[in-house]
T-cell receptor, first 107, second 112 residues
Framework: RKEVEQDPGPFNVPEGATVAFNCTYS??????FFWYRQDCRKEPKLLMS???SGNEDGRFTAQLNRASQYISLLIRDSKLSDSATYLC????????FGAGTTVTVRA | EAQVTQNPRYLITVTGKKLTVTCSQN?????MSWYRQDPGLGLRQIYY???????DKGDVPEGYKVSRKEKRNFPLILESPSPNQTSLYFC???????????FGSGTRLTVV
């Protein structure tokens, strides 16, 4: 089993829609989690950390479910500029990356 | 500006010809790491360094070498590149606790 698994998508949504996707991790002792955003073949950039109680950053909401070992990202009121690949990252002393979930927002 | 600088951005080389990809950061970060990214496989760690003169293997170290003689630099060396090392490579650095990795712009390597 991979350390971090993501639905690759693509999620194809219209502008203004809400899109959500999950990421599962294998190590129950994992302590910290992040979402990174990667535009086509460019470097990943930190989008947000994921806190145990869940957290929001503008239109983005991240949740952690330790019992089921998954984290989620929800994007509200999608913009064209949200089109990207979203990487789930688990910090177990070293960072383990998921393969990414591709989101395409259409006009 | 805080950044991680990788060079070159693009490189096409032939099998067996030694090459070095440079990586430099200006944030005084102790932790640096190299990743390769292949379609469907995500980012896989090649080598990492916790500090000067301290390096260790990641998940896919075969065929690569690194060095960390200075805090700011962390070059990736391919002594004898092979076609299966064709990939997109990223260097990254971070402060304490691996929070907030900063990535370089990437090096697209093709080995023919």
């Amino acid at each position: 089993r991979k350390e971090v698994e993501q639905d690759p998508g693509p999620f194809n949504v219209p502008e203004g829609a809400t899109v959500a996707f999950n990421c599962t991790y294998s190590n129950s002792a994992s302590q910290s989690f992040f979402w990174y955003r990667q535009d086509c073949r460019k470097e990943p950039k930190l989008l947000m950390s994921v806190y145990s109680s869940g957290n929001e950053d503008g239109r983005f909401t991240a949740q952690l479910n330790r019992a089921s070992q998954y984290i989620s990202l929800l994007i509200r009121d999608s913009k064209l500029s949200d089109s990207a690949t979203y990487l789930c990252v688990v910090n177990d002393y070293k960072l383990s990356f998921g393969a990414g979930t591709t989101v395409t927002v259409r006009a | 500006e805080a950044q991680v600088t990788q060079n070159p951005r693009y490189l096409i080389t032939v099998t067996g010809k030694k090459l070095t990809v440079t990586c430099s950061q200006n944030m005084n970060h102790e932790y640096m790491s190299w990743y390769r990214q292949d379609p469907g496989l995500g980012l896989r760690q090649i080598y990492y360094s916790m500090n000067v003169e301290v390096t260790d293997k990641g998940d896919v170290p075969e065929g690569y070498k690194v060095s960390r003689k200075e805090k700011r630099n962390f070059p990736l060396i391919l002594e004898s590149p092979s076609p299966n090392q064709t990939s997109l490579y990223f260097c990254a650095s971070s402060g304490p606790r691996n929070y907030g990795y900063t990535f370089g712009s990437g090096t697209r390597l093709t080995v023919v």
